[in-house]
Antibody, heavy 122, light 110 residues
Framework: QGQLVQSGAEIKKPGASVKVSCKASGYTFTTYGVSWVRQAPGQGLEWMGWVSGDNGYTYYVQKLQGRVTMTTDTATRTAYMELRSLRSDDTAAYYC???????????????WGQGTLVTVSS | QSLLTQPPSLSAAPRQKVTISCAGSSSNIAKNYVYWYQQLPGTAPKLLIYENNRRPSGIPDRFSGSKSGASATLGITGLQTGDEADYYCGTWDSSLSVSLFGGGTKLTVL
């Protein structure tokens, strides 16, 4: 079984950017993609989008379009999620998860990173 | 407000059985596989059920999943105190082209 290891917690001021990394091991990175999911304190899970581990193709949810960029580096087997123009309501735990998506749908996250807490505060 | 509706909380005694429902619609659950995740306090979610009713290796058969139409159910038998967690259903929505999660169900074993 594979593993995803994320970067550490971040504290950012409103208006700043944050970039979270997610390093994969134990599986063929290019066969799958990586989804990003966030969870505000005491709240449920929110899917943010997906990036292909093969060709870098991305899909973002509409509410984050223009503020989020998801990328991968196949040489280091690492996925990245950058969120810009941070606001206080972006404070959340951010999770990466291995997910296979095709042209029709995504097929569910089968394992997750440990999470990265991003706090946005002045 | 999630498009997948779960009861916010449930409680049951040890060794009892509980079912957690997840209600969706014709564009999500009715057309796509359902997944169930367990999130223990302070940890990342973990896959419990995939493709409606299949268990990953290492998940005990006390956990089961089913789907009928636009609804799905997670069943847990022989409840243990270690099953206290938040449980989330998930699926793809073919109209919105997004992955969806239910609002989560907090299970208390008392």
């Amino acid at each position: 079984q594979g593993q995803l290891v994320q970067s550490g917690a971040e504290i950012k001021k409103p208006g700043a950017s944050v970039k979270v990394s997610c390093k994969a091991s134990g599986y063929t990175f290019t066969t799958y993609g990586v989804s990003w999911v966030r969870q505000a304190p005491g709240q449920g899970l929110e899917w943010m989008g997906w990036v292909s581990g093969d060709n870098g193709y991305t899909y973002y949810v509409q509410k984050l379009q223009g503020r989020v960029t998801m990328t991968t580096d196949t040489a280091t087997r690492t996925a990245y999620m950058e969120l810009r123009s941070l606001r206080s309501d972006d404070t959340a735990a951010y999770y990466c998860g291995r997910e296979f998506c095709d042209s029709d749908r995504c097929w569910g996250i089968d394992f997750w990173g440990q999470g990265t807490l991003v706090t946005v505060s002045s | 407000q999630s498009l997948l509706t779960q009861p916010p909380s449930l409680s049951a005694a040890p060794r009892q059985k509980v079912t957690i429902s997840c209600a969706g619609s014709s564009s999500n659950i009715a057309k796509n596989y359902v997944y169930w995740y367990q999130q223990l306090p302070g940890t990342a979610p973990k896959l419990l059920i995939y493709e409606n009713n299949r268990r990953p290796s290492g998940i005990p058969d006390r956990f089961s999943g089913s789907k009928s139409g636009a609804s799905a159910t997670l069943g847990i038998t022989g409840l243990q105190t270690g099953d206290e967690a938040d449980y989330y259903c998930g699926t793809w929505d073919s109209s919105l082209s997004v992955s969806l999660f239910g609002g989560g169900t907090k299970l208390t074993v008392l």
